[in-house]
C-alpha cells in the first residue's frame, strides 16, 4: 500500500491544478484524489446520477487531453502518431458504450452494475499506465482497418449535375 501511495503522489506531481488546490485546501494531493475517486464509486455504485457522474468522468478529461494531442506542436511526429491512434479508440470505445445506452433499461435490469463497468474499461482506456485503448487497438481495430480495402472511387457526376456545374 506504500508503494502505491509513493507512485500516486509522484503520478499527481505533475499537475499545477492539484498543487493548487492542495495548497489553498492544506488536503494533500492523494486524499483529494481518493476521494474523488471513493465519491465517484460511491455514486456510481449506489445509483445517484449514474450517467451524468459517468459521463462527465469518461468524456471531460479525454476530450480536453484529446485537443491537446492533436494540436500540441512540441511532441514528435511518432508520438503524435500514437496519441492520435490511442485517443481515436478511446472515442471508437466511447462510441460504442454510447450507441448501447439506446437499450439503456434492458441492459440496467440485466446488469445493473453497467455505468461501473463503463467508467472502469473507460478509465483503462484513457490511463498512459495501462494503455487499454493501444490495447484494443492492437488485438482488433488494427486488423479490421488495414485488412479493409479501400474506398472505391466516387461516381462520376451525372449528366443533369455537370450541366448544373458548368452554368456555373
Known sequence: ?????TTLKDSLGQYEGLKT???????SKE????????????????GF???LV???????????????AFLDKSVSSAEQQFL????????????LFTALETFRAAILYVFPY????????LVWCMSPTWRGAA???????????????????????SSSSAKAAKKE
Not at 500500500?1 to 501511495?5: D, H, P, R, S, T
Not at 459517468?54 to 491537446?68: D, G, H, Q, R, W
Open 54 to 68: 459517468c459521463n462527465l468522468v469518461c468524456f471531460v478529461p479525454p476530450a480536453a487531453i484529446s485537443l491537446t
Open 31 to 46: 486524499q483529494i484524489c481518493l476521494g474523488l475517486v471513493a465519491f465517484v464509486f460511491v455514486v456510481v455504485f449506489l
Open 21 to 27: 488546490l492542495e495548497a489553498k485546501t492544506k488536503i
Open 135 to 157: 490495447f484494443i487497438y492492437d488485438h482488433g481495430l488494427k486488423d479490421l482497418v488495414t485488412n479493409k480495402q479501400p474506398l472505391p472511387p466516387p461516381p462520376p457526376p
Open 84 to 95: 492520435k491512434a490511442n485517443w481515436m479508440t478511446y472515442w471508437v470505445v466511447f462510441g
Open 114 to 121: 453497467y455505468y461501473a463497468f463503463k467508467v472502469a474499461v
Open 49 to 51: 446520477g449514474m450517467p
Open 1 to 5: 500500500m506504500a508503494e502505491f501511495l
